[in-house]
């Protein structure tokens, strides 16, 4: 390797910056981070910079760049857009045997500044050597999704008690052991939660090596409408590190390759008077999965709180005692509209947005219609397929204009999207044309319009 990777304790040292510009800027934010004392020599030093040194407890030299300005300093940054001088600068601190970067020319430099991922304590540096900077940022860029910032706070605990593990394992072999089964169990896990207290007391039972017994523990995850993309970072975390799936109908099979590998999957979806598994034998399930001490991912399409059941869920598991988080998803109304160019509120046409179930009960219309027939909100109905003449009907019985626009959404986000807009008139008589299957998603009102100037957004295919 060209470069050698090291991480330089600068806090209270002074670095010499030349350049007082907007890349002199960029390289002096990071040296403030890590505590430098900055020295900017520059005959102009614009604004921002001005500040970041008066709050570094640094100096201003508002003249151009001479040698004895390295005196003193630790590290010298060459950020002007004068080659010449850039080249003096290196050439002076190769001379004292000071460490120097010459922005955008490696063959100047000593030392080259890496592409960060600052997790602090938990540092993490990447570099092209600085032949592909571009490539290094899209690097991190990746691995800023894979290491939420949580992970600063682990490192943080496990700093705060490393002396007190050192003393209890002298043996370098018993201490990494100690370590790695603290953060692969469930002490990293809830710290990782945000829950820091309880993880803290995990770590002190286990230094004081009081026995601790295994619970496992569950993960309601939200998968969002269909589209991988539309995970959280969180959500894709907990799925990679489950011992057991359960999953249901909505959950797109690209989001479930994206579990473990050699987590057990189990199906417990829902159809419409069709049910897999009971709802109380889901709950009953988790209980039971966790109690063996396993991480069960609850995986349900869209968000696990909107007509997701999610709240029966926790009420199981909080009453066994079953520790679990909740990782919102994003819930089909946002996800579905947004894929077909349709915003849920605008400020011309509806100030409101409202989600209703329509999966009518034994087929019968009993939601409150009269509440549901305002022309300045938006309606997004539910599993509303099978009931979408109803809907429609008890929508214009209750004064909503047969002439509303309406859209159905058929398994929004995904590379099947299908949509089909008209009005509360003839919007069922155009979807029984067709054969359309479940997810569907109803949207009312006058944001429908838009779909039309927004076309270009959707590039999913579509019935008009």
């Known amino acids: 390797m060209e470069f050698l990777p090291l991480f330089h304790n600068l806090r209270g040292s002074r670095v010499l910056v030349v350049g007082g510009g907007e890349i002199a800027l960029r390289k002096s934010r990071l040296l403030a981070d890590a505590g430098a004392v900055l020295r900017v020599v520059a005959p102009a030093i614009e604004p921002q910079l001005c500040e970041l040194i008066n709050s570094s407890g640094?100096?201003?030299?508002?003249?151009g760049y001479v040698e004895t300005d390295l005196e003193g300093c630790v590290l010298i940054i060459a950020a002007t857009d004068d080659e010449p001088l850039n080249a003096q600068v290196s050439a002076d601190a190769h001379r004292r045997c000071v460490p120097v970067n010459v922005v955008d020319a490696p063959a100047l430099c000593s030392v080259i500044f890496p592409a960060i991922v600052d997790r602090s304590p938990l540092v993490i540096a990447i570099s092209s050597g600085g032949d592909a900077p571009v490539l290094a940022r899209l690097i991190r860029a990746k691995i800023e999704t894979w290491?939420?910032?949580?992970?600063?706070?682990?490192?943080?605990?496990?700093?705060?008690?490393?002396?007190?593990?050192?003393?209890?394992?002298?043996?370098?072999?018993?201490?990494?052991?100690?370590?790695?089964?603290?953060?692969q169990g469930p002490i990293a896990d809830r710290q990782l939660a945000g829950q820091g207290a309880e993880a803290e007391r995990l770590l002190l039972a286990k230094i004081n090596g009081q026995a601790h017994v295994t619970t496992g523990e569950v993960y309601l995850v939200g998968a969002g409408p269909g589209d991988p993309d539309l995970l959280t970072f969180r959500a894709l975390r907990l799925m990679q590190q489950a011992d057991v799936v359960l999953y249901d109908r909505l959950v797109a099979p690209a989001i479930l390759e994206l579990c473990r590998r050699d987590a057990e999957r189990v199906y417990v979806g829902k159809r419409r008077a069709e049910h897999a598994v009971p709802q109380d034998q889901i709950n009953q399930q988790l209980v039971d999965l966790?109690?063996?001490?396993?991480?069960?991912?609850?995986?349900?399409?869209?968000?696990?709180?909107?007509?997701?059941?999610?709240?029966?869920e926790i009420e199981e598991l909080a009453a066994h005692g079953i520790p679990f988080q909740v990782v919102p998803g994003i819930t089909a109304a946002s996800g579905c509209a947004a894929y077909a160019g349709i915003p849920l509120t605008h400020r011309d046409y509806a100030q409101s947005v409202r989600f209703v179930t329509g999966h009518l009960k034994d087929g019968t219309s009993n939601l409150p219609w009269s509440d549901l027939v305002s022309p300045a909100q938006t309606l997004v109905f539910y599993m509303g397929l099978v009931g979408l003449p109803i809907i429609c009907e008890e929508l214009i019985k209750h004064g909503r204009s047969p002439d509303t626009p309406a859209a159905l959404i058929q398994q929004g986000t995904t590379s099947n999207q299908r949509?089909?807009?008209?009005?509360?008139?003839?919007?069922?008589?155009?979807?029984?044309?067709?054969?359309?299957?479940?997810?569907?998603?109803?949207?009312?009102?006058?944001?429908?319009?838009l779909r039309e100037k927004l076309k270009w957004f959707e590039g999913a295919q579509s019935q008009v």
């Open 419 to 449: 949509v089909f807009t008209g009005t509360l008139a003839d919007l069922p008589a155009m979807v029984a044309e067709h054969e359309v299957h479940a997810p569907t998603l109803v949207i009312v009102g006058e944001v429908v319009l």
């Open 147 to 183: 290491i939420p910032s949580t992970y600063g706070q682990l490192a943080g605990l496990a700093a705060r008690f490393r002396a007190r593990v050192k003393g209890l394992f002298p043996d370098v072999q018993q201490r990494r052991g100690f370590w790695e089964d603290v953060f």
């Open 58 to 63: 640094g100096e201003q030299v508002l003249r």
């Open 290 to 312: 966790a109690k063996q001490g396993k991480r069960v991912v609850r995986l349900k399409g869209g968000d696990p709180f909107i007509f997701g059941r999610g709240g029966e």
